[in-house]
């Protein structure tokens, strides 16, 4: 268990240019890899798509040591419908704070020192303005649970996570495999979760040898697993293994092997070039406007 990391969450994204935008510029991350793809990946890694598609990492630093995101893009969908799953990820950046003040970015206090900023989709990020931390700046996800105790229960009881907080006034409950790592936060959200059409998902690694354990234990616990163990390809790169869980309210888990992750997860010091590249050559936009008409709304 110990050696379980916290690596990052996939978003669905409807707008390349302006994601990549706030990301780049008002978080201060920057691109760790991009990959195009011709057609929808074996464990859904882009939804349910069948069609071209592309994959950009973003984040502080390597995902070795850092918690990054992985934004998904399907070409010919313009937006997503957002539901009550994802509540938002938390950072410590006052630099964050400055750059979207310099942006002219919609910043929305909501409690002191702690500003909301909407990334391009409707996902919302919790900026503390702080100087930023020399590990990395990215504390927490929190995702919206329906039960709280039943959620701690599946995490920490059967995904070995350590329960750092427990609130039962606020419903709210801290996870986390280390105490180095991006931690996980659940908060009941008073009713069923509702994943929408751009529901997420969350990733971490373990030991390769401990994958078919994690399938087991699922099969055993008659828990739902979405993708059995599974190989992956990227052309050129190293193939990893994963096994795809849902949690007691549908939240998607991807455990993926260690050893091979940490080579295909390399920063490719082209990835800002391989994505601006890509984005000048995606004419969907014009081609929707000269046909007089919009992306589709998944």
Not at 201 to 225: G, T
Request: aromatic content about 10%; proline content about 3%; charged content about 30%.
């Amino acid at each position: 268990m110990a050696a379980r990391r916290a690596l990052h969450f996939v978003f669905k994204v409807g707008d390349r240019a302006r994601t990549a935008r706030f990301y780049r510029e008002l978080l201060g991350m920057r691109v760790l890899r991009h990959e195009e793809f011709e057609e929808g990946c074996k464990a859904s890694c882009n939804g349910p798509y069948d069609g071209k598609w592309s994959k950009t990492m973003v984040g502080y630093g390597p995902e070795d040591n850092h918690f990054v995101a992985e934004l998904t893009y399907n070409y010919g969908i313009g937006e997503y419908r957002l539901g009550n799953d994802f509540l938002g990820i938390t950072l410590v950046s006052s630099q964050a704070v400055s750059n979207a003040r310099k942006m002219g970015w919609p910043l929305k206090e909501v409690t002191s020192g702690v500003f909301e900023a909407e990334a391009p989709g409707g996902y919302k990020f919790y900026l503390e303005d702080k100087k930023q931390l020399k590990q990395d700046p990215v504390w927490k996800v929190t995702l919206g649970v329906s039960d709280l105790q039943k959620s701690v229960s599946y995490w920490s009881g059967l995904l070995g996570m350590k329960i750092y907080e427990k609130d039962e006034e606020k419903q709210r409950a801290l996870l986390g495999y280390a105490d180095n790592q991006c931690k996980l936060e659940l908060k009941a959200v008073g009713g069923a979760v509702d994943h929408g059409t751009a529901f997420g998902r969350i990733a971490f690694s373990c030991a390769k040898e401990e994958l078919p354990d994690i399938e087991a234990l699922m099969k055993k616990e008659n828990q739902k697993i979405l993708t059995p163990l599974v190989s992956l390809d990227t052309p050129g790169k190293a193939t990893v293994q994963v096994v795809i869980l849902a949690d007691p309210d549908g939240h998607e888990i991807c455990f993926v092997g260690d050893e091979a992750f940490r080579e295909l997860s390399q920063v490719d010091p082209n990835g800002d070039k391989l994505l601006d590249d890509a984005m000048a050559a995606d004419n969907s936009d014009k081609w929707f406007a000269e046909h007089n008409m919009k992306k589709v709304s998944a």
